[in-house]
């Protein structure tokens, strides 16, 4: 028997995917007000996929539909930063302790000569940031937990990506990676988990910082 997805499921999950990454990098920003009709139109897509996709975007509490007016993109409140942060500050060490006897070392190597290799852009920079946190985290062996930071990072991206964390944090943040890497090569994984931890506290205060002073 096979497993094909119908075209109609296949549309609603393409429509869903570049839907979300739009809110997720902030093209459709916190805040703004969005028409099913435009979307489709924009997207290339008929109304029933959109509308099928953001039912989806909205139970996950990246949309909310107004009566009347449109489909709001949800905004970041303080209690979200914190929320999120929180759990990073708490789930990630533990990941990272459980991570580090299964990494390879020549996957660490290579995240290392990334990092090493020159400052990226902006973009390029949050993207590669999300991308070795969620690796370490995909060697933990927990699928609970790999599957809830996914969400939280979700969410977390749409945090720095829309606040200026990004930029003025990005050098600091770039030793840190180098040096929770260096504890990872090194087996030294209690200490790596202290430096995640601070690391995250780092990124935590910079977003609050922004969103606080705006």
Not at 70 to 76: C, R, Y
Not at 84 to 113: N, S, V, Y
Not at 180 to 206: P, T, W, Y
Request: hydrophobic fraction near 40%; glycine fraction near 6%; aromatic fraction near 8%.
């Amino acid at each position: 028997m096979t497993n094909k997805q119908s075209p109609r499921k296949n549309l609603k999950l393409q429509a869903y995917s570049i839907l979300k990454k739009k809110i997720i990098s902030c093209e459709y920003q916190p805040g703004s007000m969005l028409n099913e009709a435009q979307l489709a139109e924009e997207l290339g897509f008929s109304r029933t996929p959109i509308r099928e996709a953001i039912s989806i975007l909205e139970m996950e509490g990246f949309l909310c539909i107004v009566p009347k007016k449109g489909i709001l993109v949800t905004d970041i409140l303080l209690s979200d930063i914190v929320q999120i942060f929180q759990a990073r500050m708490e789930i990630e060490p533990i990941a990272l302790k459980l991570a580090g006897p299964r990494m390879p070392k020549e996957e660490l190597l290579a995240w290392k000569k990334r990092f090493l290799s020159g400052q990226p852009s902006v973009e390029k920079g949050y993207e590669m940031d999300t991308a070795m946190h969620l690796a370490i985290i995909g060697y933990c062996g927990n699928s609970y937990i790999i599957d809830m930071m996914k969400k939280v990072f979700d969410k977390n991206t749409r945090i720095i990506v829309s606040s200026t964390e990004n930029k003025e944090h990005m050098q600091e943040a770039l030793k840190e990676h180098l040096e929770i890497l260096d504890c990872l090569i090194d087996q030294e994984f209690e200490e790596g988990a202290l430096k995640m931890r601070s690391h995250v506290a780092g990124c935590r205060n910079a977003a609050l910082d922004f969103f606080y002073s705006v």
